[in-house]
């Protein structure tokens, strides 16, 4: 009988064969709460290890211990026989491999162990292409766990070459093809963070039934949420809210998952209604969840002048009036602008230049304007101005008003434009 291709199908088998090979060079790209304990181990294993961060001062202890670091990504992949990857998310993931790809020696073994999705994996197979072997190896586990080599991975593709390594890190169970591995770490954060968030609103329905939280919490520690109420209560554990609706996020992309997308909203709102929560544990998270309904987070209106945008005319207006929705993310409504210029073409230019860089200042672009009202001294300008608004919005148009106004505020000024941008959450 025709033996099953390991890459083929799921086990559970632990890789513990192999030695470190001191003449195997690791690239370590990514040193983030992960990335660092990660990066020890392999270093304490004896393996040369060259670490690159995007925030430099993060190499600095493991330099300390042996580690050599690395001005980019291309630097530290250059000489290197294993390329890791831990990295935060998609783009992420993506723009380390614009740098990568160049300077990555052929035969070189790529591990992926960021939470990206399978489509970041898939992706990125077609650009490595037979260049080098990529394996897809997304992790279980928290700091405490990266620290000790006890994480869970799920690797998927060819392991050969790159066993010992993983065995270094934690236990490997092998899952299929490139991208199978990163589709079940997406199933599994799903599954742990519903259900924290579920155990977060039991306790607050527990709460709100009067019953003493200790009780409530042992209750749910001994029943069938029992793990997901061990990591709601845990403690010196962090992987951070932003990084839970990372994941929830391209969860609900992949399949139509209402009550994931519920979860991460709830998450989310949390953070707004708490900015300190994106950075912290989803263990905090849940706490704040389990005391604080979100849905009845109040709105926040803020008027504003950026500083790196053009100024007011007049001290008697402000330029934006930002309102913070509760999920974090917001309208922003822009005051009506004018600008310099001889012709119609040039002052809307200038509005529009206007426009983008007070939404640059609100982390908005001109592909979030949802609404937009022109006033036009003279209609017959309309198609000169409809050439410029073409030009500069460029995607699907927003709701709009044109009218005609005997004049504007500024007698030189033949048009004037207001806008309304949508800013969508951001975490």
Partial sequence: MKKPDPTAETTTEQTTTGKPDPTQKIAFLGLGHMGA????RLLAAGHPVTVWNRTAAKAGPLVAEGARHAA???DAARDADVVITM????DALAAVADAVLPALPPGARWIEMSTVGPD???ALAARVGDRATLVDAPVTGSTDRAATGRLAIFAGGDTTGVDHVLATLGAVTRTGPAGSGAALKLVLNAAALVGIGIVAEALRLAAALGLDEDTARTALAAGPLAGAAARAFAEDVHFATALAVKDLDLAARAAQLPVVRAVSDQYRQAAAHEPALAA???SRTARHLSSTPTGSSTMRVTLDDPADAPQPLTPYYSQVARVEQADGGALLFLSGQIAEGDTVAE????VFE???ALLK???AGLEHIVSIRTYLTDIGDLPAYGAVRRAYLTGTPPTSMTMEVPRLFRPEARIEVEAVAAVPARL
């Fill in 37 to 40: 304990p990660m990066a020890r």
């Fill in 72 to 74: 980019s990504p291309a």
């Fill in 87 to 90: 990295l935060t998310g998609p």
């Fill in 120 to 122: 970041a994996v898939r």
């Fill in 280 to 282: 912290a544990d989803v």
């Fill in 347 to 350: 002052q809307s230019r200038g």
């Fill in 354 to 356: 206007t426009i983008a």
């Fill in 361 to 363: 200042a609100h982390g």
